[in-house]
């Protein structure tokens, strides 16, 4: 069983940073895709940042220059340092994680979700 667990959501100002964190646990092989999205109420799960095992890293326009994705492979854990936040940026954030859990199959992991919420 693999599981994700995120860490690192709160309250900051506007201008503030936070870090989020999170890390797959189990039996896993390798993992591909390392992705975060993020969600607000009554919107549908948005791709903040993306990142795969090769090295290509993708972010949405918003959080360009702001937000930084770094996977750690040996670790099987992925982090989001997010600078400048913005009251735009509030949303709950999940990572998402495409995982080869045997030599034939591969799975699709979400972590529990972290609120992150910017105001002053």
């Known amino acids: 069983q693999v599981r994700l667990v995120e860490s690192g959501g709160g309250l900051v100002q506007p201008g503030g940073s936070l870090r989020l964190s999170c890390a797959a646990s189990?039996?896993?092989?390798?993992?591909?895709?390392m992705e975060w999205y993020r969600q607000t109420p009554g919107n549908e799960r948005e791709l903040v940042a993306k990142?795969?095992?090769?090295?290509?890293?993708k972010y949405a326009e918003s959080v360009k220059g702001r937000f930084t994705i770094a996977r750690d492979n040996a670790k099987n854990s992925v982090v989001l340092q997010m600078n400048d936040l913005k009251p735009e940026d509030t949303a709950v954030y999940y990572c998402?994680?495409?995982?080869?859990?045997?030599?034939?199959?591969?799975?699709?992991?979400w972590g529990q979700g972290t609120q992150v919420t910017v105001s002053s």
């Open positions: 998402y994680m495409r995982v080869m859990l045997t030599t034939a199959r591969w799975g699709d992991r």
């Open positions: 189990g039996s896993i092989f390798t993992i591909d895709a």
């Open positions: 990142s795969n095992r090769v090295g290509s890293i």
